[in-house]
C-alpha cells in the first residue's frame, strides 16, 4: 500500500529555521518524482516545487524559487521542505503528493503539515 | 505561463448535475487532472488526463477538454459531493505545475 505520511504539525516564530519531512513507503522511491503543494488558509492550492527521488532533481515555482529548498534522503524514503528563516506569510498546510509514474498528476498526497509562524 | 480560470462557486441541487469548468489559452492542447478536496482534508484525483477516471471514482465523474475550456462534470449529484475542485496541468515548456483557483461545490 502506497502511504505518504508527513511530519506533525509546527509553531513557528518569525525568523527561525524550519524542515518538515514526507516519509513514503510501498513503491519504489527513486522512480518517483514527489512535489510540495502550499495551501493558504482559506485559499487554493499551489505548487512549490518537485523532485526526482532517483537523482535529487529539483525544479521550482517562480514563486518559491529561493525561499525553500525541497530534498531528499534515498536511505530513508523521505522528501524534506526546508525553510532557512520563515515569516508570518509561510503560515499554511503543506502537503506532499506523488506524481504517478511517467505521468503528470499526483495519485498519492500526504495528510499535510500545518505550519504556523507568529510574528 | 498558463493561467487556469475556474469559477468560484458552483450550487446545485441533489441529483442534480454540475458542471465546473476551468480555462486557459490552449488549454486544447494540455492534459487536464481535477481533484476532489473535502474539508480538511487533502485532495483526491477524479479525473487524470481529461477523462480518465481512477479506480474508486464513480461514474458519476466524468471529464472533457475542448472547445476552450475542460470540463468536470458530476452528474445525480450527492452531498458527499460537496468539495472543492481544482484544475492542473503540468506545462511542458516551463515543467511546472499550474493549478486552477478551485471551485467550491455546494449541495443545496
Known amino acids: 500500500e502506497v502511504q505518504l505520511v508527513q511530519s506533525g504539525a509546527e509553531v513557528k516564530k518569525s525568523g527561525d529555521s524550519v524542515k518538515i519531512s514526507c516519509q513514503t513507503s510501498?513503491?519504489?522511491?527513486?522512480?518517483?518524482?514527489i512535489a510540495w503543494v502550499r495551501q493558504m488558509p482559506g485559499k487554493g492550492l499551489e505548487w512549490m516545487g518537485v523532485?526526482?527521488?532517483?537523482?535529487?532533481?529539483?525544479t521550482y515555482s517562480p514563486s518559491f524559487q529561493g525561499l525553500v529548498t525541497i530534498s531528499a534522503d534515498k536511505s530513508l524514503n523521505t522528501a524534506y521542505l526546508h525553510w532557512n528563516t520563515v515569516r508570518a506569510t509561510d503560515t499554511a498546510i503543506y502537503f506532499c503528493?506523488?506524481?504517478?509514474?511517467?505521468?503528470?498528476?499526483?495519485?498519492?498526497w500526504g495528510q499535510g503539515t500545518l505550519l504556523t509562524v507568529s510574528s | 505561463s498558463h493561467v487556469l480560470t475556474q469559477p468560484p462557486s458552483v450550487s446545485v441541487a441533489p441529483g442534480q448535475t454540475a458542471t465546473i469548468t476551468c480555462g486557459a489559452n490552449?488549454?486544447?492542447?494540455?492534459?487536464v487532472h481535477w481533484y476532489r478536496q473535502k474539508s480538511g482534508q487533502a485532495p483526491v484525483v477524479v479525473i487524470s488526463?481529461?477523462?480518465g477516471r481512477p479506480s474508486g471514482i464513480p461514474e458519476r465523474y466524468s471529464g472533457s477538454n475542448s472547445g476552450g475550456a475542460a470540463t468536470l462534470t458530476i452528474t445525480r449529484v450527492e452531498a458527499g459531493d460537496e468539495a472543492d475542485y481544482y484544475c492542473?496541468?503540468?506545462?511542458?515548456?516551463?515543467?511546472?505545475?499550474?493549478f486552477g483557483g478551485g471551485t467550491k461545490l455546494t449541495v443545496l
Open positions: 503528493a506523488r506524481v504517478a509514474y511517467s505521468s503528470t498528476f499526483f495519485d498519492y
Open positions: 510501498g513503491f519504489a522511491f527513486t522512480n518517483h518524482y
Open positions: 523532485i526526482f527521488l532517483g537523482d535529487s532533481e529539483t
Open positions: 490552449d488549454i486544447g492542447s494540455k492534459s
Open positions: 488526463y481529461d477523462r
Open positions: 492542473q496541468v503540468w506545462d511542458n515548456d516551463s515543467d511546472h505545475v499550474i
